[in-house]
C-alpha cells in the first residue's frame, strides 16, 4: 500500500511486473477517484508519468488534484464528470487516444452496468470494486437508475454495486480472467485472456 485504501497499488505493481508490462505499458484510466490521494493508479503515475485519465464527479476536481500529483511530469487528464451507460463512452473516447493497459473501475453505484457497455479487452489489466454484502454466490446488481446515489437508495448505505460473482461473469464475456480480490474482499482483479 502506498496511495491506495487498501492495498491496491501494491497488487497492480505485482501483475504489471509478473506480466513485464513495466515500465513501458502503464498508461490508465481509473474512473472514481475523489481528490486522487488514495486510488489504485496514483503510485503508477508517480513512478512512470504515463498517459492516464482519471474521472470523477466532485466540485473543483483539478484544483482538488493537484496537490497530490506533479501534472506537468506526465499527461494526466482530468475528467470532472458523472458517470452513466449513455455517456461513459462518449467520455472515454473524449479524453482517452492511447493504448490502455490497467482500467481500475470504483463508483460504488452501476459499475455492472458501466462495464456492460466497455468494449471487450479494453485493457490489459482490469480492477473492479464490487458489494462484498452481496456475498460470494449471489449474481447480483443495483438497477440501472441514471445518478444513483447508495445513500438514497437504501437507508443501510450497503446496498450499491455488484456481488463478486456477477462481476467475475460479466468479466468473463469481456474476455477477462479472474486472478483474486484484495483482502478487504472488495476489490478484484481481471487480466485479459490475451496475457
Same mark, same amino acid.
Given at each position: ?10 497488487? %497492480? ?5 509478473? =506480466?513485464? =508490462? ?8 481509473? +474512473? ?20 492516464? #485519465? ?21 499527461? =494526466? ?6 458517470? $452513466? ?6 467520455? %472515454?473516447? $473524449? ?6 493497459? #490497467?482500467?481500475? %473501475? ?7 452496468? +458501466? +462495464? ?25 446488481? #443495483? ?53
Amino acid at each position: 500500500k502506498i496511495f491506495s485504501q487498501n492495498g491496491e497499488d501494491g497488487i %497492480l505493481d505485482y501483475i504489471l511486473t509478473k =506480466l513485464r =508490462l513495466i515500465p513501458n505499458s502503464t498508461n490508465f484510466i481509473e +474512473i472514481g477517484v475523489g481528490d486522487y490521494r488514495e486510488s489504485n493508479t496514483r503510485f503508477i503515475y508517480n513512478r512512470f508519468h504515463p498517459k492516464g #485519465v482519471i474521472i470523477d464527479c466532485i466540485d473543483n476536481m483539478k484544483e482538488k488534484v493537484k496537490p497530490h500529483v506533479n501534472l506537468w511530469k506526465g499527461d =494526466l487528464r482530468i475528467c470532472n464528470a458523472q458517470l $452513466n451507460t449513455q455517456n461513459i463512452n462518449e467520455i %472515454l473516447n $473524449n479524453h482517452c487516444d492511447y493504448e490502455i493497459d #490497467v482500467f481500475s %473501475l470504483d463508483i460504488d453505484s452501476i459499475d455492472y452496468w +458501466i +462495464i456492460e457497455k466497455l468494449k471487450k479487452n479494453i485493457s490489459k489489466i482490469f480492477i473492479a470494486e464490487y458489494n462484498p454484502v452481496f456475498g460470494p454466490n449471489l449474481k447480483v446488481t #443495483v438497477p440501472n437508475i441514471d445518478g444513483f446515489d447508495r445513500t438514497k437508495y437504501h437507508y443501510s448505505n450497503l446496498c450499491y454495486g455488484m456481488s463478486l460473482r456477477a462481476l467475475i461473469d460479466i468479466m468473463k464475456t469481456k474476455n477477462y480472467y479472474f486472478i483474486g480480490t484484495n483482502l478487504q474482499k472488495m476489490n478484484a482483479f481481471f487480466v485479459s485472456n490475451d496475457f
